[in-house]
């Protein structure tokens, strides 16, 4: 079993919907980080969170550490947005636990 | 400021060939990861750095894999006797003292054929 769960593992959406991906994780964590990853690009980090809620322009993420559930929301969605985004959590150590990533597509 | 660099970008070698794959963390922090993501997979912890204590290797595959940090900088990963399955983009991170945000360097691509 994975430590960090994702899902879904590929979304496809038209341009302006609100997007949601999840991220379920069964280990302790310091704290939890949304990646961004473009084709051929590199990885850039979106928010860390250890508890409620972080908005950044159309992104939000929230984090619930009972359930051990975290979620990142696109809202507006653009053609631009379109990237691997990766849910990774920092461990109670030095370790960090990715999930294996979703795929977004966004449709013009 | 400059963000994490790593070089070569890309590099193509043998079988059985050592490489070394080098990352330049941002000046001032203290944390460095080594990551590796291999084709359609998700992103696989190596080894991490803090500071001057002793570095933490659990990730690493194999005892084919080392790497070292000078003065708390420069860090360096080697791979001996490489293996087709070492193919991969190996990616380096750092972090500020208090661990909070990850900026990654945009990663070496390794072919071995």
């Known amino acids: 079993k994975n430590e960090v769960e994702q899902s879904p593992q590929n979304l496809t959406a038209q341009e302006g919907e609100f997007i949601t991906i999840n991220c379920s994780y069964s280990?302790?964590?310091?704290?939890l980080h949304w990646l961004q990853q473009h084709p051929g690009g590199g990885i850039v980090s979106l928010f860390m969170l250890s508890s409620g809620k972080k908005k950044h322009g159309r992104l939000i993420a929230t984090i619930n550490i009972q359930e051990k559930h975290s979620s990142l929301h696109i809202t507006a969605s653009h053609p631009r947005d379109s990237a691997v985004y990766i849910c990774a959590v920092g461990g109670t150590g030095n370790q960090f636990y990715f999930g294996t990533g979703t795929s977004l597509t966004v449709i013009p | 400021g400059a963000g994490v660099s790593q070089s070569p970008s890309n590099k193509v070698t043998e079988k059985g060939k050592d490489v070394e794959l080098r990352c330049d963390p941002i000046s001032g922090h203290t944390a460095l990861y080594w990551y590796r993501q291999s084709l359609g997979q998700g992103l696989e912890f190596l080894i991490y750095f803090q500071g001057n204590s002793a570095p933490d290797k659990s990730g690493l595959p194999s005892d084919r894999f080392s790497a070292e940090r000078t003065g708390g900088s420069v860090s360096t990963l080697t791979i001996q006797r490489t293996q087709q399955e070492d193919s991969a983009v190996y990616l380096c991170?750092?972090?500020?003292?208090?661990?909070?945000?990850?900026?990654f360097g945009p990663g070496t691509r390794l072919t071995v054929l």
């Open positions: 991170a750092s972090t500020d003292a208090g661990r909070l945000r990850q900026f």
């Open positions: 280990v302790g964590i310091s704290a």
